[in-house]
C-alpha cells in the first residue's frame, strides 16, 4: 500500500520558532506538495518540487521555504513561525504525468 | 482569486437520498477534475475524476458531472450513507498528466441516520 507519511501530526511552537515539517513518500514518486488547509480556504498550494533539489513557487509561498535532498523526502521549513501559519499542513506526492495526488495524514500546526 | 469555487460550506443529507455537491470554476484553460473525500485527521482520499471530453463518469454509488459551457461541475452520491459524512474536494487541472491541482474550499457533508 501506498504510502505519504508526516511524521509529526500535531505541533505547538510559539512566535518566532524554526518549524521543520517532515514528509516522506515510499512510492518513488518524482512530484511532490505542500499544501496548507483552513477553514473556508480549502487547500492552498505552498510549494511543490518536480525533482530532487527543484522547487518551485507555489500560490502561496511567503513566509515558507522547502528542502529536498533525496526524492523521498520533501521538507517544509517556516523560518519564523508566526501566528498566522497556524493551519493544517498536508503533503502529497505523484508520479510523472499523473494527476491523482497520494496525501499524507497532515501535520496540525499551532502557533501561539 | 478563487478559481475553484464551492459555494456550499456544508449539506445535510438524509441517509439512502441523493447527495448532490457543486462546484464552478473560472478559469477556462482547465481541462480535468478531480474530487477528494476526506475524513477528519486523515489526509484527502482520491474520490472520481472527470475529463473535459466527457459530460459524465460514473464509479458505483458516485457520478460526476461536467458541464463545460457553465464551468459547472456536480458530484451526486446516491444512495448515501453514513460514512459519506466528510469533506468534499473538488480539484482543478489544466490537463490530464499535468500534476498540479488547484483545489475548491470544501463541502462538509452530513449524511442523517
Known amino acids: 500500500d501506498v504510502k505519504v507519511t508526516q511524521s509529526s501530526r500535531y505541533l505547538v511552537k510559539r512566535t518566532g520558532e524554526k518549524v521543520f515539517l517532515e514528509c516522506v513518500q515510499d512510492?518513488?514518486?518524482?512530484?511532490m506538495f505542500w499544501y496548507r488547509q483552513d477553514p473556508g480556504l480549502g487547500l492552498r498550494l505552498i510549494y511543490f518540487?518536480?525533482?530532487?533539489?527543484?522547487?518551485e513557487k507555489g500560490d502561496i509561498p511567503e513566509g515558507y521555504s522547502v528542502s529536498r535532498e533525496k526524492k523521498e523526502r520533501f521538507s517544509l521549513i517556516l523560518e519564523s513561525a508566526s501566528t498566522n501559519q497556524t493551519s493544517m499542513y498536508l503533503c502529497a506526492s505523484v508520479g510523472a504525468g499523473a494527476n491523482v495526488l497520494t496525501f499524507g495524514a497532515g501535520s496540525r500546526l499551532t502557533v501561539l | 482569486d478563487q478559481q475553484v469555487k464551492q459555494n456550499s460550506p456544508s449539506l445535510s443529507v438524509q441517509e439512502g437520498r441523493i447527495s448532490i455537491l457543486n462546484c464552478d470554476y473560472t478559469?477556462?484553460?482547465?481541462?480535468?477534475f478531480l474530487w477528494y473525500k476526506k475524513y477528519p485527521a486523515e489526509g484527502p482520499t482520491f474520490l472520481i475524476s472527470i475529463s473535459s471530453i466527457k459530460d459524465k463518469n460514473e464509479d458505483g454509488r458516485f457520478t460526476v458531472f461536467l458541464n463545460k459551457s457553465a464551468k459547472h461541475l456536480s458530484l451526486h452520491i446516491v444512495p448515501s450513507q453514513p460514512g459519506d459524512s466528510a469533506v468534499y474536494f473538488c480539484a482543478a487541472s489544466p490537463n490530464f498528466g499535468n500534476e498540479k491541482l488547484t483545489f475548491g474550499t470544501g463541502t462538509r457533508l452530513t449524511i442523517i441516520p
Open positions: 478559469n477556462s484553460m482547465f481541462d480535468y
Open positions: 518540487s518536480y525533482d530532487v533539489k527543484m522547487k
Open positions: 512510492m518513488d514518486h518524482e512530484n
